[in-house]
């Protein structure tokens, strides 16, 4: 089985201030890793995500991640924030040798951004 | 990218009544579809696995008979609840994913807006 932990449930931050979002999970096999976005009354949207090669992973609009294996984390990062990132956000692992590719969520960080 | 949309967007009902959601692919066959409810503030909780063609598998502690589920097509998947409650009111998102899983290959889900069920 798998678990997430988000360390930090809510992030207040300026706006252009860098953010980071803690994630850690624990897993007996190899997994992928995720970040979902989801903002107010919507579904998720990936983010990015860590299938195999270079650990760092980065998103179209500035995020980026870091798979860190002898941690266990998948740290998110973003250098300058926007008002528009105001959001919740999601860490998921899924473990590669499965049929199922069952995603296990994080509790979610939620992020305000404040002018 | 691939679009998953959801039927309705809202819905409330009175206590002891069915409502029926419903999840479709809009532009690729959904070989496998997930159901997953959020409470408020709270994460993503798996409820059930469906299959195209064959019956669901529920997570432990999700009670199949209250929440039916039908993969009748690859592109539509429904959840019922039945005999709604209070308690049952939430967030219950829906996820598509194409192909076959398992091995090194990855297929994405892809997640529908959700739907808010409030049951009075």
């Known amino acids: 089985a798998q678990s997430v932990t988000q360390l930090d449930s809510q992030v207040p931050v300026f706006e252009e201030a860098p953010v980071e979002l803690r994630c850690n999970y624990s897993?007996?096999?190899?997994?992928?890793l995720f970040w979902y976005v989801q903002y107010p009354n919507q579904g998720l949207q990936l983010l990015l995500k860590?299938?195999?090669?270079?650990?760092l992973v980065e998103s179209i609009n500035g995020f980026e991640a870091e798979f860190n294996k002898s941690q266990t984390s998948f740290h998110l990062r973003k250098p300058s924030v926007h008002i528009s990132d105001t959001a919740e956000y999601f860490c998921?692992?899924?473990?590669?040798?499965?049929?199922?590719?069952?995603?296990?969520f994080g509790g979610g960080t939620r992020v305000l951004v404040k002018p | 990218g691939a679009v998953v949309s959801q039927h309705p967007s809202r819905v409330i009902c009175k206590s002891g009544t069915s409502v029926k959601i419903e999840c479709r692919s809009l532009?690729?066959?959904?070989?496998?579809m997930f159901w997953y409810r959020q409470f408020p503030k709270q994460s993503l909780m798996l409820m059930a696995t469906?299959?195209?063609?064959?019956?669901?598998?529920?997570e432990q502690g999700v009670e199949k008979d209250k929440f039916l589920i039908n993969h009748a097509s690859l592109t539509l998947s429904t959840l019922t609840v039945t005999s709604a409650h209070p308690e049952d009111s939430s967030f219950y998102i829906c996820?598509?994913?194409?192909?076959?899983?398992?091995?090194?290959?990855?297929?994405?889900?892809?997640f529908g807006p959700g739907t808010r069920l409030t049951v009075l």
């Open positions: 996820s598509a994913r194409a192909g076959v899983a398992g091995g090194n290959a990855y297929n994405e889900q892809f």
């Open positions: 897993s007996s096999v190899s997994v992928y």
């Open positions: 860590y299938l195999s090669g270079s650990t």
């Open positions: 998921a692992v899924s473990p590669k040798m499965a049929a199922g590719n069952k995603l296990t």
């Open positions: 532009d690729f066959q959904a070989t496998t």
């Open positions: 469906s299959n195209e063609g064959s019956k669901a598998t529920y």
